[in-house]
């Protein structure tokens, strides 16, 4: 699955002289690690992750010496979480309608504070050091917030998730890589037909590592009718991709015991229906009720 590790660019750090910051971000992964505006936090011991991240905040918030914002996506509680909280180390949930509007301004605030491709470069550099398990939360942080943000579609979400794919293949998570892979490739083939042929092609090599004949037939059909698509609008350009499209038939034929239903839309109707969501995948988050208690703390209580 060919991906670049390579750092485009080594002095591309997080902006130290950007305005005060309006909002911070953190992310808790489903195995309990912790991320903080793109840091993998130290977590010694048993301390609970909504702690860390209280304190990581409640940090920010004493050296500005203001009340700071924070975004908490909760993976296992499947929530997102907006803060409040104060530099005595307090902090209360708000509902999302009480949060700071949306808008450009903001995100590029946001952004200019801790600049996403600084984020990637980090990833790339724990990737580089064989460090795969932070190398794929930090990309999972980095595509659940750019998403959160700024849609699924848009070309900073995409390219994490492509980034958050290539971990998971290194890891040998191919299940994962697959999924990840296959949304990028089918939000391509709505958006942006002349730019699929290559995200087709990572998702092809990491359902090829599959061995689940129930995924290599769903994953496959799918693969095979956007291979299809391609190749009526003439934009097979690579051998390899002639060869990979070709591997794919091949393999769902040799096992066509398991395609006993094939989807019988053909393969533009496919790709050109009523719209799905840009990726099915996600598990929705819920927004966080007002006092959540998990993110709520007392004044004083903070440990950093």
Known sequence: MPHSLTPRD?????VLSAPPLIRLDAYVAEDGSTVVNGHLLEMGGMRPANEAILDAIAMFARTLGAPVAATVIDRPAQQVARLRVLPDGSS?????EEDLPPGRERTAAEEEAFPPLARVERIIQHAQREELHAAFVLASALREHLTLRRG????LSLEARAIEAYIAYLRGEYMISTVLALTVARIRCRTDLNRAAPEVARA????QRLWDEGQVATRGQELLRMWERLSEEGLLHEPSHHA???AVRTRLERGSRYVENP??????????AAPEPAAPEDRPLKPTRRGLRRFTRRPGRSGG
């Open 10 to 14: 080594k002095g591309n750090l997080p």
């Open 263 to 272: 989807a019988p839309a053909p393969a533009a109707a496919a790709l050109t």
């Open 244 to 246: 990979m499209a070709e």
């Open 152 to 155: 699924a579609e848009d070309e």
């Open 204 to 207: 092809t090599a990491a359902w």
């Open 92 to 96: 209360r949930t708000i509902a999302e």
